[in-house]
């Protein structure tokens, strides 16, 4: 079992409230969330962090930010709109090290993005 | 000419100062930065925002999302760390009716992210 909690909520060791899940990526509703929605999304594939993807993640990296926008259109905030963003390292505050987006709407969102 | 700004930054109709191009992607520096490193990814294809892309854009979104990571090594703060975001529709402020992913680095980002 891996020690990594994102890799354990993708193999279903952990539960979470997933709402979204193909072979490549797992979408599920943040513990703590800072939006009405607030839902990361994950390649079930280990990645430290973007920084962490090569070439050959181009389809993958792709795929997930496309799902981002269908659910953002199956949670209903396609038109009022959202933010979607990752965190790579200590200075933007990554606080789980496997790849992960955060896609949070359902409010005003401010500038700067923190 | 194409009304869109960010049209125009991709033709070289507008001068910006660009850090990365390709035959996909211009990656230029925002003319408000909201933190030391700034930068600003556009497709030269115009698309209205994510929410306008679809299965044929998989390839083009992941090789911006794979740029972004690249500039952030070449900016020197992939170490340190950076955020990589884009704003969809006005919830998110999105200013630009063109497709667009702000990197921010060189300082510690706050949480929430807006």
């Given at each position: 079992m891996s020690d990594c909690i994102f890799c354990q909520i993708a193999a279903g060791q952990i539960e979470s409230d997933i709402v979204y899940e193909d072979e490549l990526v797992v979408a599920f509703r943040d513990?703590?969330?800072?939006?009405?929605t607030h839902i990361l999304l994950i390649p079930r594939q280990h990645m430290?962090?973007?920084?962490?993807?090569?070439?050959?993640d181009i389809q993958l990296l792709g795929h997930l930010t496309l799902v981002a926008a269908q659910i953002g259109r199956s949670e209903g905030i396609a038109e009022d709109g959202y933010r979607l963003l990752t965190n790579v390292g200590p200075d933007a505050g990554q606080s789980v090290p496997h790849l992960h987006f955060h896609l949070l709407g359902g409010r005003v969102m401010h500038w700067p993005p923190g």
């Amino acid at each position: 079992m891996s020690d990594c909690i994102f890799c354990q909520i993708a193999a279903g060791q952990i539960e979470s409230d997933i709402v979204y899940e193909d072979e490549l990526v797992v979408a599920f509703r943040d513990l703590n969330p800072q939006a009405p929605t607030h839902i990361l999304l994950i390649p079930r594939q280990h990645m430290g962090s973007l920084d962490a993807a090569s070439d050959e993640d181009i389809q993958l990296l792709g795929h997930l930010t496309l799902v981002a926008a269908q659910i953002g259109r199956s949670e209903g905030i396609a038109e009022d709109g959202y933010r979607l963003l990752t965190n790579v390292g200590p200075d933007a505050g990554q606080s789980v090290p496997h790849l992960h987006f955060h896609l949070l709407g359902g409010r005003v969102m401010h500038w700067p993005p923190g």
